[in-house]
T-cell receptor
Framework: SQTIHQWPATLVQPVGSPLSLECTVE??????LYWYRQAAGRGLQLLFY??????ISSEVPQNLSASRPQDRQFILSSKKLLLSDSGFYLC?????????FGSGTRLTVV | AQSVTQPDIHITVSEGASLELRCNYS??????LFWYVQSPGQGLQLLLK??????LVQGIKGFEAEFKRSQSSFNLRKPSVHWSDAAEYFC?????????????FGAGTRLTVKP
């Protein structure tokens, strides 16, 4: 079956520390993958998308980066977190009938 | 510019009452239309979608939505709301001619259900 996994579910990190969030999909090949951020009380902001291994497009300039080392793996990273990086991060995968979302990661930068 | 508008940021309804959440889009042609629901601390779950054909679409959990081309709207409805429907609801549009990054989401409507 086709599923998407995202971890960790919650994360509390100090300002200036690094970040790595991982997303993997199962049951499909060569998926289009996306990272969204949802700030408190706001909608979804597209951060990165990838159409294949090593192919990353960034939607907004920010303190974050993304990588796609394998076909079904999409990683969101930061070298030094800022307070403003706090939020709810969602990985998604596009299918013919719409997007499927991971369960999200709640990141709190303190 | 293409956009998706959900005019209501927050709606409160009583349990058992009917519900309508509004969504309007501005695109040059009819896009694919979606409604997603997000429970607190969770990812987004697809409620229903419209690609073509019958403009009244049925979804999960008793929800339905009607596409009205003349009004560029895709409003979500439910005849009788349950307490478990309290969540945030997102309207989204996707146009097949756009780039791979072009699923656009509204800002969301938070639904509170009173007992």
């Amino acid at each position: 079956s086709q599923t998407i996994h995202q971890w960790p579910a919650t994360l509390v990190q100090p300002v200036g520390s690094p970040l790595s969030l991982e997303c993997t999909v199962e049951g499909t090949s060569n998926p289009n993958l996306y990272w969204y951020r949802q700030a408190a009380g706001r909608g979804l902001q597209l951060l990165f998308y990838s159409v294949g291994i090593g192919q990353i497009s960034s939607e907004v300039p920010q303190n974050l980066s993304a990588s796609r080392p394998q076909d079904r793996q999409f990683i969101l990273s930061s070298k030094k977190l800022l307070l403003s990086d706090s939020g709810f991060y969602l990985c998604a995968w596009s299918r013919a009938d719409g997007y499927t979302f991971g369960s999200g990661t709640r990141l709190t930068v303190v | 510019a293409q956009s998706v508008t959900q005019p209501d940021i927050h709606i409160t309804v009583s349990e058992g009452a009917s519900l309508e959440l509004r969504c309007n889009y501005s695109y040059g042609a009819t896009p694919y239309l979606f409604w997603y629901v997000q429970s607190p601390g969770q990812g987004l779950q697809l409620l229903l979608k419209y690609f073509s054909g019958d403009t009244l679409v049925q979804g999960i959990k008793g929800f339905e939505a009607e596409f009205k081309r003349s009004q560029s709207s895709f409003n979500l409805r439910k005849p009788s709301v349950h307490w478990s429907d309290a969540a945030e609801y997102f309207c989204a549009v996707y146009h097949q001619f756009y780039n791979n990054n072009d699923m656009r989401f509204g800002a969301g409507t938070r639904l509170t259900v009173k007992p």
